[in-house]
Nanobody, 127 residues
Framework: QVQLVESGGGLVQAGGSLRLSCAAS????????MAWFRQAPGKEREFVAA????????NYANSVKGRFTISRDNAKNTVYLQMNSLRPEDTAVYYCAADRKRSHVAIATAIGDLGLWGQGTLVTVSS
């Protein structure tokens, strides 16, 4: 079973950048589709980005396309989310998730069915 720990959140001004990391335990990390989701105060959790097990394929929410980049390093059991041109509306707790069955496309609509989540890291973007 993979366990996930996010890091890298913090306070940043609008237009700035942050890189989130999600470190996974276990020796089967490379067999998991990995994804980032976020939950803003008072709102439902939403999909942000996903990457296929080998890192070849990615998927992004329209709201972050062109600003965020998801990547992974299977040798380090880590998935990253590079966030550029941050906006106040990006303020949220960011969670990483892992799934062995779903693709980088299907995971985007499977929030309620995913069983592997990190504890979240808070990103605050000031205007």
């Amino acid at each position: 079973q993979v366990q996930l720990v996010e890091s890298g959140g913090g306070l940043v001004q609008a237009g700035g950048s942050l890189r989130l990391s999600c470190a996974a335990s276990g020796r089967t990390f490379s067999s998991y589709t990995m994804a980032w989701f976020r939950q803003a105060p008072g709102k439902e959790r939403e999909f942000v980005a996903a990457v296929s097990p080998t890192g070849t394929f990615t998927n992004y929410a329209n709201s972050v396309k062109g600003r965020f980049t998801i990547s992974r390093d299977n040798a380090k059991n880590t998935v990253y989310l590079q966030m550029n041109s941050l906006r106040p509306e990006d303020t949220a707790v960011y969670y990483c998730a892992a799934d062995r069955k779903r693709s980088h496309v299907a995971i985007a609509t499977a929030i309620g069915d995913l069983g592997l989540w990190g504890q979240g890291t808070l990103v605050t973007v000031s205007s």
